[in-house]
Nanobody
Framework: QVQLVESGGGSVQAGGRLKLSCSYSGYDFSTCGMGWYRQAPGKTRTLVSFISRYQSTTYIESVKGRFAISQDISKNTLFLQMNSLKTEDTAVYYC????????WGQGTQVTVSS
């Protein structure tokens, strides 16, 4: 059974930091790229950052220099370090695995207040 479980969300003030974690299991994820999406209220779910199976990383422009994606393959865990958080980063953040099928976690809420 494939499982992706996010943790680390919460409420912080603007300028603060959070580190999201995604523990994954139940599949050979070494063949997959992994990423973080977010969905703000009333908006579509969008990609924030992605790490390929070859460990190359990409970010959307609005988080470059503030967010960092990483992966501990030995622990089957994906991370998203979020620094200098802004109110516009408020969203539910989802971990995803792009394999033959796209797998999703249940999401974790991040709320940034001014």
């Amino acid at each position: 059974q494939v499982q992706l479980v996010e943790s680390g969300g919460g409420s912080v003030q603007a300028g603060g930091r959070l580190k999201l974690s995604c523990s994954y299991s139940g599949y050979d994820f070494s063949t997959c790229g992994m990423g973080w999406y977010r969905q703000a209220p009333g908006k579509t779910r969008t990609l924030v950052s992605f790490i390929s199976r070859y460990q190359s990383t990409t970010y959307i422009e609005s988080v470059k220099g503030r967010f960092a994606i990483s992966q501990d393959i030995s622990k089957n865990t994906l991370f998203l370090q979020m620094n200098s958080l802004k109110t516009e980063d408020t969203a539910v953040y989802y971990c995803t695995a792009h394999c033959d099928v796209h797998y999703w976690g249940q999401g974790t809420q991040v709320t940034v207040s001014s």
